[in-house]
Nanobody
Framework: QVQLVESGGGLVQAGGSLRLSCAAS????????MGWFRQAPGKEREFVAAISWSGGSTYYADSVKGRFTISRDNAKNTVYLQMNSLRPEDTAVYYC????????????????WGQGTQVTVSS
């Protein structure tokens, strides 16, 4: 069982940066692939980024590639999402998720989810 708690969301102007954190409980955090997803008002939840259990491999949605960076610190049981050059269309609730095995960009593949943190980008 893994419990996930996101933090770091807020209001930022377009072009600004935020760093989201996702703290995980459990001793086996390092065995889980982690993902970030987001859901904008009136839209379906979508994949943002994913990272392998070791942190050695990452994968991004085209819409954030080159602007967002996912990373993890297994000693701190935490995964991060550094978001730069933010745009109004990045406004959404951001969720982290965990799954055992390889990292995937598919929502249904993840077993554990956090409650989400709101990111609002003003124009």
């Amino acid at each position: 069982q893994v419990q996930l708690v996101e933090s770091g969301g807020g209001l930022v102007q377009a072009g600004g940066s935020l760093r989201l954190s996702c703290a995980a409980s459990g001793r086996t955090f390092s065995s889980y692939a982690m993902g970030w997803f987001r859901q904008a008002p009136g839209k379906e939840r979508e994949f943002v980024a994913a990272i392998s259990w070791s942190g050695g491999s990452t994968y991004y949605a085209d819409s954030v590639k080159g602007r967002f960076t996912i990373s993890r610190d297994n000693a701190k049981n935490t995964v991060y999402l550094q978001m730069n050059s933010l745009r109004p269309e990045d406004t959404a609730v951001y969720y982290c998720a965990a799954r055992q095995g390889i990292f995937l960009p598919t929502i249904s593949a993840y077993d554990y989810w956090g409650q989400g943190t709101q990111v609002t980008v003003s124009s």
